[in-house]
């Protein structure tokens, strides 16, 4: 099984930053690779699918890049409504496995 | 509007059992694979099932964790998802959310494997 490791599990930043959060797989999921944002207490939303490509409806700031192994979800300029919790999943084999998150907090 | 509402979460034994139901509405629901997917308090998320449109394919999380305890199924006349939980631990208190596969197939068709949309969760609590 495919193993999804994230980095950093936390993170500080201000509205404005560039942030970068890494997403690495135990072995090759090519780019069967997707990221949500989970809010307390809500359930996650899709943001990117595929490594690289935005979920209808989605803010701009946000992109996904990688494929293999490793992967990166970048959000360009930190917005308030932003402060969440971020996790990747492989969809390139069952059992599907999600990342551990990474948490985004002022 | 795509909707889905989990219900049947509750307090339960360890050893007993429960069955949450999914309604889903908005949609064409026979069009479309279903997944279950778990998150325990203050953890991660955690993929536990899927299942194809006709219900004639199912799938579960690692041996150690849910097969074999847990069941997939679905009632397409009623636009409804179900997870018969038997054998239950403590481990698997979680929120438990039924999730809509991101694109429709049609029967045969392998499924996406990833999330577009999602129930608000039903709370599963396992304790004596």
């Known amino acids: 099984d495919s193993q999804m490791t994230q980095s950093p599990s936390s993170l500080s930043a201000s509205v404005g930053d560039r942030v970068t959060i890494t997403c690495r797989a135990s072995?090759?999921?090519?780019?069967?690779l997707n990221w949500y944002q989970q809010k307390p207490g809500k359930a996650p939303k899709l943001l990117i699918y595929g490594a690289s490509s935005l979920q209808s409806g989605v803010p701009s700031r946000f992109s996904g890049s990688g494929s293999g192994t490793d992967f990166t979800l970048t959000i360009s300029s930190l917005q308030p409504e932003d402060f969440a919790t971020y996790y990747c999943?492989?969809?390139?084999?069952?059992?599907?496995?999600f990342g551990g998150g990474t948490k985004v907090e002022i | 509007d795509v909707q889905l509402a989990e219900s049947g979460g509750g307090l339960a034994q360890p050893g007993g059992s429960l069955r949450l139901s999914c309604v889903a509405s908005g949609f064409t629901f026979n069009n479309y694979w279903m997944h279950w997917v778990r998150q325990a308090p203050g953890k991660g998320l955690v993929w536990v099932s899927r299942i194809n449109n006709d219900g004639s394919s199912t799938s579960y999380a690692d041996a150690d964790s849910v097969r074999g305890r847990f069941t997939i199924s679905r009632d397409n006349s009623k636009n409804t998802l179900y997870l018969q939980m038997n054998s239950l631990r403590v481990e698997d208190t979680a929120v438990y959310y039924c999730a809509r596969d991101a694109l429709p197939t049609v029967a045969g068709d392998a499924a996406h494997d990833y999330f577009d949309s999602w129930g608000q969760g039903t709370l599963v609590t396992v304790s004596s």
């Open positions: 999943q492989q969809s390139h084999s069952t059992p599907l496995i």
């Open positions: 072995q090759t999921v090519g780019n069967f």
